[in-house]
């Protein structure tokens, strides 16, 4: 009996033996995966990425796309809008043409006139009516005129007699600094307040429409500034359309204007003037009368002398009273 009791706990002892021990000699299995797994592995997450995101969001359920039915139920909705742009000054005047019209040869645009650089430099209130503004304008669409009358409007400003303002109208695409850049213009040494008056679609559009966005710049500047004089080149150095909407916007208003009749560098006396004497410009009047003596060659050397003269830009009325006899 013993030796079958000890035969029987042997044979437990052999069922519940454990496995050998790994040797220490095996190589072990790497704990970091393969190099092409990886590979794999971040090539599938690409494309997963790349299907998310271009994948169409607009699309109907597929009973809708295929059953008009379910189309007409549930339509799309409407595009977002974009924000509106600021409110600026605009002139709605309306046009018969509109883009293409026969008479705009060559498709030019005669649409409605906005002036979005115009509103930068304008006040936000109005001027009040009956007050004087102190203010002189000067004006022009011609790079050329512009420039000659800088001179003149820096030397006025500089002088403090005046609110010096500089409006640019017309179709030129040189921005107001890149005028000043060309003609040295520092702010310091010419304390003017510069207008963009010019419409949008300046360079294409057609000579009646920046004829009344000349008017209608005009008019705000005049809501606004109420200049009391406006000063510009002469009108055979302008362009046509730019004196077009100037003489419009005079006959309505009544603001006087002046035709500088020469350089603005012969005229640099002005700067010295105050708006309320610029206003009566067009009132001064000169006259001279000769009365010729017997002798023809003494005449001669007056009528010499008297060309050879400068009046300052006005062109004087000569009377000559010849002798009886």
Not at 5 to 22: I, S
Not at 160 to 179: R, T
Request: aromatic letters at 8%; a neutral charge; hydrophobic letters at 35%.
């Amino acid at each position: 009996m013993p030796h079958l009791k000890d035969e029987e706990l042997g044979k437990k002892d052999d069922d519940h033996r454990l496995p050998p021990a790994r040797s220490r000699f095996l190589p072990q299995l790497s704990k970091f995966p393969r190099p092409r797994r990886l590979i794999a592995a971040f090539i599938g997450l690409v494309l997963v990425y790349q299907f998310f995101k271009h994948m169409p969001t607009d699309l109907r359920p597929a009973r809708e796309r295929y059953d008009p039915r379910f189309r007409q139920q549930n339509p799309l909705p409407p595009p977002p809008t974009s924000p509106q742009s600021p409110v600026v000054p605009q002139i709605d005047i309306p046009s018969d043409s509109g883009m293409q019209g026969e008479k705009n040869k060559g498709g030019l645009y005669d649409g409605k006139i906005k002036l979005y650089e115009l509103a930068s430099s304008l006040p936000t209130d109005k001027h009040p009516e009956n007050v004087l503004s102190g203010a002189v304008l000067f004006a022009g669409s011609d790079l050329h005129c512009i420039t000659d009358m800088l001179p003149l409007a820096c030397r006025m400003a500089r002088e403090q007699q005046n609110h010096v303002h500089l409006a640019l109208f017309g179709k030129e695409e040189v921005s107001v600094d890149g005028i000043k850049q060309v003609n040295g213009i520092v702010e310091s040494d010419c304390p003017i307040v510069w207008h963009d008056s010019r419409p949008d679609y300046a360079a294409q559009s057609t000579d009646d429409r920046v004829a009344r966005s000349v008017k209608g710049g005009l008019r705000f500047i005049e809501t606004y500034i109420a200049p009391e004089v406006i000063i510009t080149g002469r009108k055979d150095w302008e362009d046509p359309f730019f004196f077009g909407g100037l003489e419009r916007h005079l006959w309505e208003v009544g603001t006087p204007h002046i035709a500088l009749p020469t350089t603005s560098r012969d005229l640099m006396w002005m700067a010295s003037i105050e708006s309320t004497a610029l206003k009566v410009w067009n009132d001064i009047r000169v006259d001279m009368v000769v009365h010729a003596s017997q002798s023809a060659g003494s005449l001669v050397r007056l009528l010499r002398s008297l060309d050879a003269a400068d009046y300052l830009g006005f062109t004087p009325k000569l009377t000559i009273e010849l002798p009886r006899k």
